[in-house]
């Protein structure tokens, strides 16, 4: 089997409200989605989805995935999709770095792979969960109670796990949110408090050490591993760690230097499934658990995440961001699974399970093709 064709398209996808984080530094109102279909000279056609969270949170860019694609599609046709670390080689080697650009390729390779050997890619990455993974609500920094509502409009559909970002200098008012929410926290709900890097390391020790009896995990409380590891050496709180699990080596080194406690693995940042399952390994291996996340996205990126989170054992899995609440727009209307009453599971559609309504992506802005 070869891949033929790459025909690439580009969406702007709608918040439905205006999204804060870093205590306010950073807004973001709409994203730039890249959708990619790549065809095969054996008729199975896969597709993959590669949405950054703007281009200010993590370096990550829109544009750059399409100009990423453009540079790696020579190397990348007549190669057979079922074999993704041929493929992730290639384009590695033609692209070093940019894994952004190349998480929907790769995705689209396993949907193909799983349409050929007939199984969910939850299946192919070992083994899919019975049960259901937890879709976690991301939470908009502002005021105590306007988090609280905002989770309390999630719990009214079944959410049971809560992203809130904390952040800022204004360290009062972070322990401020943090105690309020704890205190209306409901028995069975994962809160976790994510920092998303703006704290410095004087105001990560006040307040995790100001809540420490709480015993509440925070995500990315500073801005790199070694800031991390300095607050861990003068904090006792669980930490959770995503924007600096980038490769396979930081995973390895936050496991063997007891970094943190939970990797938050984001598909598009890490550069799709065949790289971050290698990480969720060694996760497992180490006794550290995983977040699962989209770095934003429609159905389709939700539903590759959910793929991966189903294939981690209960004990590992926290939970799994769904995105497509938080959109204004659906590219696939009446095709694959959806988050029901806070619950995400994989249903055994081969492949990826979801496909697009090409109606609404429009022409493709670019197609690669042999001949
Ligand atoms: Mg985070």
């Known amino acids: 089997m070869k891949i033929n064709r790459l025909s690439v398209f580009q969406k702007n996808l709608p918040l439905k409200d205006p999204y804060w984080l870093s205590g306010g530094r ?11 279909k790549v065809e095969t000279d054996a008729g199975i056609t896969g597709w993959g989805e590669g949405t950054p969270w703007g281009n200010t949170y993590v370096p990550a860019h829109g544009p750059g995935i399409r100009a990423g694609i453009e540079t790696m599609a020579p190397a990348l046709l007549g190669l057979d999709p079922r074999q993704v670390e041929h493929v992730e080689r290639a384009m590695d080697l033609n692209l070093p770095g940019h894994l952004y650009a190349k998480q929907p390729i790769d995705m689209a390779c396993w949907d193909i792979m799983g349409q050929a050997f007939d199984l969910p890619i939850a299946d192919l990455l070992g083994g899919k969960r019975s049960t259901g993974t937890p879709a976690a609500s991301s939470v908009s920094s502002g ?8 989770i309390k409009s999630y719990r009214d559909r079944g959410y049971v ?3 809130a970002k904390v952040g800022g200098s204004d360290t009062d008012k972070d322990i401020e949110r943090i105690r309020h929410l704890e205190a209306n926290r409901l028995a069975n709900e994962i809160l976790l408090y994510d920092v998303n890097r703006s704290w410095t ?10 809540v420490a009896d709480l015993g509440v ?4 409380p500073g801005e790199t591993l070694d800031d991390i590891a300095q607050i861990r050496s ?5 930490i959770s760690v995503d924007e600096s699990l980038v490769t396979l080596q930081d995973a390895t080194r936050i496991a063997r230097d007891g970094i943190a406690d939970v990797f938050g693995i984001k598909l598009n940042r890490v550069g799709g499934l065949t790289k971050a399952r290698r990480m969720r390994d060694v996760a497992i291996a180490h006794g550290i658990q995983i977040f699962v996340m989209a770095t934003g996205g429609t159905a389709m990126a939700d539903i590759e995440a959910a793929h991966l989170a189903q294939s981690i054992p209960d004990a590992f899995i926290r939970a799994c961001w769904s995105c497509q609440d938080m959109l ?3 590219i696939a209307p009446g095709s694959g699974q959806r988050c029901v009453n806070g619950l995400i599971t994989i249903d055994d559609t081969p492949g990826l399970g979801i496909v697009p309504d090409e109606a609404l992506l429009g022409e493709p802005v670019a197609v690669y093709q042999i001949g």
Request: glycine fraction near 0%; hydrophobic fraction near 45%; aromatic fraction near 10%.
């Open 143 to 150: 005021e105590p109670d306007y988090m609280l509502d905002i």
């Open 328 to 330: 204004t727009v659906d």
């Open 161 to 163: 796990a809560h992203s």
């Open 217 to 220: 995990t925070f995500e990315q």
């Open 26 to 36: 950073l807004k973001f109102e709409v994203l730039d989605a890249t959708f990619v």
């Open 201 to 210: 390391r004087r105001e990560a020790s006040i307040v995790m050490n100001a």
């Open 234 to 238: 003068v904090t006792t709180s669980p």
